[in-house]
T-cell receptor, first 114, second 107 residues
Framework: KAGVTQTPRYLIKTRGQQVTLSCSPI?????VSWYQQTPGQGLQFLFE???????NKGNFPGRFSGRQFSNSRSEMNVSTLELGDSALYLC?????????????FGNGTRLTVT | KNEVEQSPQNLTAQEGEFITINCSYS?????LHWLQQHPGGGIVSLFM???GKKKHGRLIATINIQEKHSSLHITASHPRDSAVYIC?????????FGAGTRLTVKP
């Protein structure tokens, strides 16, 4: 069974631009959750989508948004990039959701904002 | 103050030692995850708990919801167990992470 795939692996953007990251879950998994990891703040929860609906949301500004498609693939968008958005962005898929089944993480997208 | 506190921050052990990593949280949670992150960033989910105890190989995780505390134990530790271990609690549709425990197991 293929694992969770995140694309791209690396991304360099300029402050003020926007970026879209993609996450393809394990086949059959309906939940995709997104996380930001930085050396200063550690891991932080962004949001979770389940069957195309946002189910859970962390404490991030509205510049961070996401969506999930009918095939469970998910995208995360960050608009008006700031230097502080430089981070490793991870997604995880699970069968029944973050509170009900184990998480399977992708390898992440490393975003650098200059 | 972080809502999820892990201890210790850093831990060095000799191969074969029994290891305990603790996770305490100040808010009510419905479930808790233990994660392992190796150098290079890849994260593996070890356990998801909402009560009691789970065992997988040399790893054991326990949780006491009333006392707001969870522990991860590693028996017969091995250098390949060297990694950062992170606990994460699910609370009111949000997930809060501990800062992680960096474990180094020396041969």
């Amino acid at each position: 069974k293929a694992g969770v795939t995140q694309t791209p692996r690396y991304l360099i953007k300029t402050r003020g631009q926007q970026v879209t990251l993609s996450c393809s879950p394990i086949s059959g998994h309906r939940s995709v959750s997104w996380y930001q990891q930085t050396p200063g703040q550690g891991l932080q929860f962004l949001f979770e989508y389940f069957s195309e609906t946002q189910r859970n949301k962390g404490n991030f500004p509205g510049r961070f948004s996401g969506r999930q498609f009918s095939n469970s693939r998910s995208e995360m968008n960050v608009s008006t990039l700031e230097l502080g958005d430089s981070a490793l962005y991870l997604c995880a898929s699970s069968l029944a959701g973050t509170g009900r089944s184990p998480l399977h993480f992708g390898n992440g997208t490393r975003l650098t904002v200059t | 103050k972080n809502e999820v506190e892990q201890s210790p921050q850093n831990l060095t052990a000799q191969e074969g030692e029994f290891i305990t990593i603790n996770c305490s949280y100040s808010v009510g949670i419905s479930a808790l995850h233990w994660l392992q992150q190796h150098p290079g960033g890849g994260i593996v989910s070890l356990f998801m708990l909402s009560s009691g105890k789970k065992k997988h190989g040399r790893l054991i995780a326990t949780i006491n919801i009333q006392e707001k505390h969870s522990s991860l134990h590693i028996t017969a530790s091995h250098p390949r167990d060297s990694a950062v271990y992170i606990c994460a609690g699910l609370n009111n549709n949000d997930m809060r992470f501990g800062a992680g425990t960096r474990l180094t197991v020396k041969p």
